[in-house]
């Protein structure tokens, strides 16, 4: 399946992904769930190191987003020492999981003032979304963790439309 994996990840996405570098988590069917991109876009920084491609996962998450999670995430940052402390260090592993691949000194110090998904403040939240492919590549995400949780089915019952590769 993997040398499918690129025609799968624009199904899934809905368009193309210059700088896709490679599939890090898959889905019991086998297709991406998570994919990591070089942080280098037609010679621009990019910062968003992992891509939640899933799109089970995906709706799963817009509701989330729908019924007020991201604010509620926000207050428990900055209420929650513990909590707060955890989220900066997902921030700096994946500053430095994106250090290590990026090829140039230029983009690396471009990004290096910016956290996942090119976060100015780490303590505010982008999007449930970019948290989750975070937790899901391995990184130590608290709020990726506290989402992948809330999801109750974790993948489809079925190969849907978008991760089937054309035959």
């Not at 987003?65 to 402390?85: A, M, P, T, Y």
């Amino acid at each position: 399946m993997e040398s499918d994996d690129l025609e799968i990840v624009k199904k899934q996405l809905g368009r193309n992904i210059e700088n896709f570098h490679r599939v890090v988590r898959r889905c019991s069917f086998g297709f991406p769930v998570v994919i990591e991109s070089l942080p280098e876009k037609d010679g621009v920084p990019f910062p968003t190191l992992y891509w939640l491609t899933c799109p089970h996962l995906r709706r799963e998450v817009s509701r989330l987003e729908s019924s007020g999670w991201i604010s509620r995430f926000e207050k428990l940052v900055e209420e929650d020492e513990r909590f707060r402390e955890r989220l900066l260090k997902a921030h700096e592993i994946v500053k430095k999981r994106r250090d290590a691949l990026a090829e140039s000194s230029w983009v690396r110090k471009v990004l290096s003032s910016v956290g996942s998904g090119g976060l100015r403040n780490p303590l505010k939240v982008k999007c449930l979304h970019l948290h989750l492919a975070d937790f899901l590549a391995g990184v130590g995400n608290p709020i990726g963790e506290r989402v992948w949780s809330m999801i109750e089915k974790k993948e489809c019952d079925n190969i849907p439309a978008e991760c089937a590769p054309r035959r």
